[in-house]
């Protein structure tokens, strides 16, 4: 023991930080001694949630591995050997089928996010959106090539596009667009035997910290919201 000043002896004391350090002390301490949560429980504390329990099925796989790709589970009825294997071919047809087998066509066309119909082409809400008001032009042709794609459906694809552009500016007052054809799976197409023109409003910095880190896409506004809106648009634009 040390002799301080006037004989009085005094143990000898660790510094708050160095017992905290050794091994075997799981609890976090602060420097006046009192014992503090662990650092990890106040870190969670204060970590915010993101429930997003509809991508549980895409994130795992699980649409692919037990149903038909691009059919619901409200359009379930459509028979099983007539599936075209493609998503865009079975979502056409088995909305068609509903709706032949008295299902209204609201319904219907709502459990597919179908927007409107047209000629050659018909338009979409992307099930699995990059952003907002993600939705797709769809020639009715089973192409995977855009020079393959008959010419009338390609200049309607084109006039289509001119439209969404109006009907997104108008819902949502995007900063700016993306549009664009993905040919092939290299390019980075998800259903690369079916060509489609992707359209996505964009805002200033929309693509933040849970995009760059996350690879997690973080959506204000439900589907079905979304289908509402454009739907709508769309009707009102095809008036004019």
Known sequence: MDQPAGGCTRPHTQ???TRRNQPGN???TSDFGVIAR???VAILTRMDRLWTPWRYNYITGQDERTR?????RSLDAWPAELDHHCVFCNMIAAAD???AHGMPQQQAEG???LLARYQYCYLCLNAYPYSTGHLMV???AHQASLADLPEPAALEMMRLAQRVERCLRSVYHPDG???GLNLGQAAGAGVAGHLHLHALPRWTGDANFMTAIAETRVLPETLETTWSKLRAALAADSAT
């Open 15 to 17: 510094h708050p930080a």
């Open 26 to 28: 799981s609890q976090d």
């Open 38 to 40: 662990p650092v990890w």
């Open 68 to 72: 038909r790709s691009g059919v619901p």
């Open 97 to 99: 089928y509903a709706i």
């Open 111 to 113: 459990a597919i996010y």
């Open 138 to 140: 769809v020639p009715y």
């Open 177 to 179: 667009l993306n549009f």
